[in-house]
């Protein structure tokens, strides 16, 4: 049986302090916890077990059998030799043993991320490498530096207008090696035009086996979605039976992938090859050096200065979109399963495992949510999978590259389009049309510039999601109840921008009226205030007490009431209820108000204050 989580101690980080101790700086750095923080290993290591150990290399093999053939195909979407998809996918493994807050996640090479790389390292493997280096030296600094929180500013509609972009854009990138063309440029629009204008081109041998290694791929993925749990009362022959079919349907990739190598290589046997082959790929295991800092090209030598402006904004958008999508896939599985990630340990691990990568000619690399939705259904219990993957990708480098030669093409951009296909959400706009409209807009800003270009895209979708985000502070859902006494109720914090738009709302409702009446700001919602609305409700008590009226506060918190104790503005009132305002302010008698002095807020306020 596959453990349900990790060891307890991995989710609770250790004992708790009791209350009113402290720590000095140097222990809380030695102590077990912070330990344990920055190495997960020896929080799940001490109660390892034998069981865990079966699991684990389950795991490791299924996803080890999963990736190798993804491997090859994502270095076609990079733009790179095949190779480097495999030097790609095993570092990961081993640094995530070590690092890893999640059992499940499964880093290495992902579609987009390859797309992303293809698409600035202008398809040269220095330049790939050197993007590996330095974004794992910016996601290590955002690990330390505790930046993780910037990452919210991408929102979901954002995230998943690049994806389903992206998801197009490698799909229908992968046409023209499913049909056999050849001299199709890589840019999206002039693709679409060259493939349509060389359709009449199309191989008929890659097409065909195209098509049906991508109907076998569907149809080994329905299986597996349908294959039903093993019981204990079921009989050795029906359990060995579920057991292969299970095996089968979860390393479909290299099973069909192996069928189209063997058909290749039939033909081969008889001096005929309907063919395009992967090619010869250089055998063994890389070396392991510096990342290059200067490369020589036909033009001269570029210099790590200019190689850096050559890559531009993918200095950004890499290991930023590189660490969105490994959290993302974090995160999900950690709720599925019912466990807590460490952001920004996930930074830290993913950080490091891009910059010891790049020592050996890997490509930048995130978490893969199909590896690792295959992993978490392989009962996998502890990161110790990821070392059977590992350690499966350098056996495949030193004793398996002459057999990748006989791969076809076809069978690749099939494994490509299956795996991308799933990323497209063909429901989010009807989605967010239902639940918030307004959040369409950011989604088909960023679907519709990724097209042209990917930082152009992400850039200008998180500009308008943070203008949506800014409008939402700027202008607040105001509450209005009309009366004897007009009554608002801001319906969140009060923030510089809303000064003007709160003044117009008071004066038109209260003071334009025949004749002018008090009004009361009911601030129970209002957890917060700056300067600027200081001044304006400074302002705004003037012109009530030049009008003979009066403006009263109600529910103020404690960090409003600190701000407007500090201002100490003239003349402010504020009662505990609604009701005792209502009832002093049309002339009932019995109700007293507290001025807003520290002298005359009441004693359980006084104490929140002090505290």
């Known amino acids: 049986m596959p453990i349900s989580g990790m060891p307890s101690s991995v989710k609770a980080l250790g004992p708790a302090r009791p209350s009113g101790t402290s720590m000095g700086p140097q222990a809380r750095c030695c102590s077990p916890a912070a330990l344990q923080r920055r190495l997960p290993i020896l929080a799940w290591l001490p109660d390892y077990s034998l069981q865990w150990l079966k699991m684990d290399f389950i795991a490791g093999l299924s996803v080890g059998l999963t990736v190798i053939p993804q491997a090859l195909a994502y270095a076609e979407v990079a733009g790179l030799p095949p190779q480097y998809g495999l030097y790609s996918a095993f570092m990961g493994c081993f640094v995530y043993f070590f690092l890893g807050t999640s059992r499940d996640v499964t880093l290495g090479p992902t579609a987009i991320m390859s797309l992303l790389v293809s698409f600035y390292t202008f398809h040269a493997p220095a330049y790939a490498v050197l993007l590996a280096f330095l974004s794992g030296c910016i996601q290590l600094a955002m690990g330390f530096l505790h930046l993780g929180f910037?990452?919210?500013?991408?929102?979901?509609?954002?995230?998943?207008?690049?994806?389903?972009?992206?998801?197009?854009?490698?799909?229908f990138g992968q046409i023209k090696n499913l049909l056999g063309l050849q001299n199709i440029p890589r840019q999206f629009f002039l693709q679409?035009?060259?493939?349509?204008?060389?359709?009449?081109?199309?191989?008929?041998?890659?097409?065909?086996?195209?098509?049906?290694?991508?109907?076998?791929?569907?149809?080994?993925?329905?299986?597996?979605?349908?294959?039903?749990?093993?019981?204990?009362?079921?009989?050795?022959?029906?359990?060995?039976?579920?057991?292969?079919?299970?095996?089968?349907?979860?390393?479909?990739?290299?099973?069909?992938?192996s069928?189209?190598?063997?058909?290749?290589?039939?033909?081969?046997?008889?001096?005929?090859?309907?063919?395009?082959?992967?090619?010869?790929?250089?055998?063994?295991l890389p070396p392991v050096q510096t990342p290059p800092f200067s490369v020589t090209t036909a033009n001269g030598t570029a210099s790590f200065t200019e190689m850096v402006k050559g890559m531009g904004a993918g200095l950004a958008?890499?290991?930023?979109?590189?660490?969105?999508?490994?959290?993302?896939?974090?995160?999900?599985?950690?709720?599925?399963?019912?466990?807590?990630?460490?952001?920004?340990?996930?930074?830290?691990?993913?950080?490091?495992?891009?910059?010891?990568?790049?020592?050996?000619?890997?490509?930048?690399?995130?978490?893969?949510?199909?590896?690792?939705?295959?992993?978490?259904?392989?009962?996998?219990?502890?990161?110790?999978?990821?070392?059977?993957?590992?350690?499966?990708?350098?056996l495949s480098l030193d004793y398996l590259t002459s057999l990748f030669y006989y791969i076809p093409k076809s069978a690749l951009a099939a494994v490509i389009i299956?795996?991308?296909?799933?990323?497209?959400?063909?429901?989010?706009?009807?989605?967010?049309?239902?639940?918030?409209?307004?959040?369409?807009?950011?989604?088909?800003?960023?679907?519709?510039?990724?097209?042209?270009?990917?930082?152009?895209?992400?850039?200008?979708?998180?500009?308008?999601?943070?203008?949506?985000?800014?409008?939402?502070?700027?202008?607040?859902?105001?509450?209005?109840?009309?009366?004897?006494?007009?009554?608002?109720?801001?319906?969140?914090?009060?923030?510089?921008?809303?000064?003007?738009?709160?003044?117009?709302?008071?004066?038109?409702?209260?003071?334009?009226?025949?004749?002018?009446?008090?009004?009361?700001?009911?601030?129970?919602?209002?957890?917060?205030?700056?300067?600027?609305?200081v001044l304006g409700l400074g302002e705004l008590l003037e012109d009530f007490h030049r009008q003979g009226v009066t403006l009263a506060f109600v529910g103020l918190q404690v960090p409003v009431l600190r701000v407007l104790l500090s201002a100490d503005l003239k003349g402010a009132q504020y009662f505990t209820s609604l009701e005792e305002a209502e009832k002093c302010l049309t002339q009932e008698p019995g109700t007293q108000p507290y001025n807003?002095?520290?002298?005359?807020?009441?004693?359980?306020?006084?104490?929140?204050?002090?505290?």
Request: some cysteine.
């Open 192 to 257: 679409v035009y060259h493939t349509f204008r060389n359709i009449g081109e199309t191989r008929a041998g890659d097409a065909t086996l195209g098509l049906v290694c991508m109907v076998l791929l569907l149809v080994l993925k329905l299986m597996h979605d349908h294959v039903p749990p093993v019981h204990p009362e079921m009989p050795p022959g029906v359990r060995l039976s579920h057991g292969l079919v299970w095996t089968a349907t979860t390393a479909r990739n290299a099973l069909v992938v």
């Open 418 to 533: 299956m795996a991308v296909a799933p990323l497209f959400d063909a429901r989010i706009v009807q989605t967010l049309w239902r639940v918030a409209r307004l959040d369409v807009l950011p989604l088909c800003v960023t679907f519709l510039l990724c097209f042209w270009e990917m930082q152009y895209g992400i850039l200008a979708g998180a500009l308008v999601s943070t203008l949506i985000l800014l409008h939402s502070v700027a202008r607040p859902r105001m509450q209005v109840s009309e009366g004897p006494v007009l009554v608002l109720q801001p319906a969140g914090g009060l923030h510089f921008p809303t000064v003007e738009v709160l003044r117009e709302a008071i004066l038109s409702r209260a003071l334009a009226a025949a004749p002018p009446r008090c009004a009361i700001l009911e601030c129970t919602h209002v957890c917060s205030i700056d300067y600027t609305v």
């Open 596 to 611: 807003i002095s520290e002298d005359s807020v009441p004693e359980h306020k006084v104490a929140l204050l002090r505290a």
């Open 317 to 394: 958008v890499v290991p930023l979109m590189g660490l969105l999508e490994s959290i993302a896939v974090a995160k999900s599985f950690a709720s599925q399963n019912n466990y807590r990630i460490d952001t920004n340990q996930e930074l830290l691990a993913i950080g490091l495992t891009n910059m010891l990568g790049s020592l050996v000619s890997s490509y930048p690399v995130t978490g893969s949510f199909g590896r690792t939705a295959v992993n978490a259904q392989s009962g996998v219990c502890t990161p110790a999978g990821g070392l059977v993957t590992g350690v499966l990708v350098l």
């Open 259 to 284: 069928f189209a190598a063997l058909v290749a290589y039939s033909f081969e046997v008889t001096g005929y090859q309907p063919f395009v082959l992967t090619g010869e790929i250089v055998k063994g």
């Open 150 to 171: 910037l990452l919210d500013f991408i929102s979901c509609p954002v995230i998943k207008g690049f994806t389903s972009a992206a998801t197009i854009t490698i799909g």
